[in-house]
């Protein structure tokens, strides 16, 4: 053992020495600094929107909230409503008061459209008139079919509000783009001509999370009073799915906190026997746990999806410091019957490691650090900071916290036979992977092999609604409403021609018309659009009723003036509708795509070919930007996939280097990777044979499990090279080092394993198959550890000379074994 490491152990003996005979006023000090973190718990928040993924300053969000700034929110609430009539009017009434209710009581409310309030563009002698589709409702039968008439053959209501079939109807909330916390908006109520321009708008908070929250629930208590056999009503649209995923979220990270905290106490008790095993561990973890969440809250970095795996995973890998020190310490205790002397011996003994499998463990984290994805990146910085402090509670509170408790002495009998048993097995274990080091090594490598080259098939994925249970109503109100009303996402595209009243020419009008057309065929596989909406059809709906309502008018006129005399008339006439498509200047046009909910590699491809059309379609005409929640979602996934390769390629390169550094040797090191990297290659080889998609939360497996599952190769190492010196053998090297530290590398992974388990009871089935994945991988890690890393050793290590103690590594490497 070198001198170096000498120097460590002793500076950690006499730091335990401080601590433990200070206890009072190292526990004071440390309340005192956790409680000014923890201060800040209540001001944790939650956010689960889709634009959450992106950071800020990624020019797709900043182009989407451009977007929101000049034409308001673009996710909508949809009601469908399917009655045995749509045409009825005992049906019709119900919708009036229903749709007036909404109006009346739903909060953050900008716009609510139905059957009752649809424009109605016709024209009356030489007037333009704009009114709401049941201003005058039908009193007879033939009203009601004249009604149906005009519903069903008027483009701008298919597959808006109603269904191609006529089957179904909807009710399409708008909600505000903006939050009305700390504004004056109440006080403008009444003043409805008040118009801000959107250059006003850019300091403006957009509509929290609460606030969407509160618009859910408002809607889903009317709803409720209505939905019935024969007027049922089902409740779709992003705005409702972010809510019903946050409500989700919050259900499953209380029951994982819980059960990792049952699972881990029992696990502790189960090795250690001890009440004073379970809650000093717990109690370490706990408080490591909550200061990381104070952390998040004081730096206003709200919890997402992604990071909802923090609680659980911070109580599964940060009890791994107490487990290893109390082994060493209740060992050591065993013999000396002193307090003070066994947890400095344990600190001495264990410190250094603990250091490196933290360090390891935060490294394998922090490559999260630069991702694109936001949530992914706030869960690299917050976790490995938790580790950290996982550490340094670890290290500063355990010792005096030992000094201050009751802790038993003995090892009853029964305890006695245990652990003859499990030295029976890791003997047997040390005796098989340093007995037979070609047959693990090749059987190993084999199995790597297959399973990169399946893993190199693997497709990503990222389709949040796909993780929602079938029983969810989102979900199956999503699915139908993609079915009967051809979609509930959009890609919305933002036209620039560059100069004021650009959009009164013909010309330019004709190609967009034209384009609408075109996407309304487009067909990818199961992505399709199912409508388009953009200034032509206000144009041509325009023209007609001017043209005595002749559907031979249904056109786009030829004269730039007549274009906008007739625009001038539809904004004199009361509608505010073309605000909802045009900018103030008319050099600006909004195109809305309305597709149906599917996974972001799909979108992917589409909007390429679609970028692609417009920039033929328009060039040297005008601008074009695809934005809105469609783009949203195939960013996030192409960040995620990018920013998964890179924190792969730093974890990788960062936890090598640090095993170099840490075993000393440049061959040996590399080697010594090769355990930790093995499990990951073969379970993303199993996500292939078994059909598992690499989605948002399965890219995390590899940099978490390389960042664990080299903490036991970590204290493998450090116990062999000390038993590797004393005796030049390799065999009794390995069979000391599994009988030592061994049996504490058993009780962490199983801790770990169970704690990743545990979110096999999510309701989400993406959690369920990341907790499945990882838990498995980290067993496998363990497994490595005890057959193909003494393997390996057994081939390359060679018998340790007296200059070891002079500093130079414990272990040379041969080129036989």
Known sequence: MSTTRKKIGRWFERSTHFTYNNRLKTIAFMLIFIGAIMSNLPKVTMDTSTEGFLHDKDPILVGYNDFRNQFGRDEMIILAIKPANVFNLEFIARLRTLHDELENNVPNLD????????????????????????????????????????????????????????LFTTIV??????????????????????????????????????????TVNAVRRIVAKYNSADFPVMVAGSPVFIHDLKQTIKRDMRKFVVLAILTIGLVLFILFRRLSGVVLPLLVVVLSLLSTVGLMAFFGVPIKLPTQILPSFLLAVGVGDSVHVLAVFYHRLSHTRDKQEAITYAMGHSGLAIVMTSLTTAAGLLSFSTSEVAPMADLGIFASAGVILAL???????PPLIAIIPVRVEIKSSEKARQATMDRILTAIADFSTGKPWLIVITSAI?????????????????????????????????????????????????????????????????????????????????????????????KEINRALNENRDDHYTIPHDRKLIAQELLLFENSGSDDLEDLVDSQFSKVRLTL???WLDAYMYGKFIGALQKKLDRTFDGIAKVKVTGM???????????????????????????????????????????????????????????????????????????????????TVHF???????????????EAVRNTLLTTGRAMMVTTMVLSLGFFIFMFATMNNLFNFGLLTGITIIMALLADFFLAPAIMS?????TTDDDEDGSPAMAASNGG
């Open 447 to 539: 199995i790597i092999i297959i399973s990169f080259g399946l893993a190199s098939q693997l497709r990503f994925s990222h389709n949040p609604m796909k993780w929602l249970p079938e029983s969810m109503e989102i979900k199956r109100a999503t699915v139908l409403l993609d079915e009967k009303l051809k979609g509930t996402m959009a890609a919305e595209i933002i036209l620039d021609t560059g100069k004021e009243n650009g959009l009164y020419d013909p010309g330019f009008l004709n190609k967009l018309d034209k384009l609408e057309r075109e996407m309304e065929k487009m067909r990818q596989g199961d992505l399709f659009v199912g409508k388009a909406i953009s200034l032509p059809d206000m144009v």
């Open 392 to 398: 340094i509670y670890t290290t500063m509170l355990l």
């Open 173 to 214: 909330i708008k909600t505000s783009a903006y939050s009305s916390e700390g504004t004056e908006e109440q006080a403008l109520e009444g003043f409805e001509d008040t118009k801000i321009e959107p250059s006003a708008n850019q300091d403006r908070p957009f509509l929290t999370d609460a606030e969407n929250s509160e």
């Open 111 to 166: 716009d609510i459209t139905s059957l009752v309030n649809v424009r109605n563009t016709r024209g009356e002698a030489d007037e333009l008139i704009v009114e709401d589709l049941l201003e005058n409702p039908p009193k007879t039968k033939e009203g009601l079919l004249a009604l149906k008439q005009r519903v069903l053959t008027n483009p701008l209501y298919k597959n808006l509000i109603i269904s191609e079939d006529g």
């Open 630 to 712: 469609m783009p949203l979602m195939a960013r996030t996934l192409s960040a995620a996939i990018t920013s998964a390769g890179e924190s792969y390629l730093i974890a990788f390169i960062v936890i090598t280097l640090m095993m170099i550094v840490f075993i000393g040797d440049l061959k040996i090191g590399l080697l010594s990777m090769i355990p930790n990297l093995g499990p990951i290659i073969i379970t993303m080889g199993f996500m292939k044979a078994a059909g598992f998609p690499l989605d948002m939360f399965t890219m995390l497996i590899g940099s978490i499990a390389i960042g664990l599952a080299v903490d036991d």
């Open 594 to 596: 309305k597709v149906p």
């Open 795 to 799: 081939l390359v290590a060679v018998p």
């Open 717 to 731: 190492m450090h116990n062999f090279r000390r038993y590797h010196h004393d005796t030049g053998d390799v065999n």
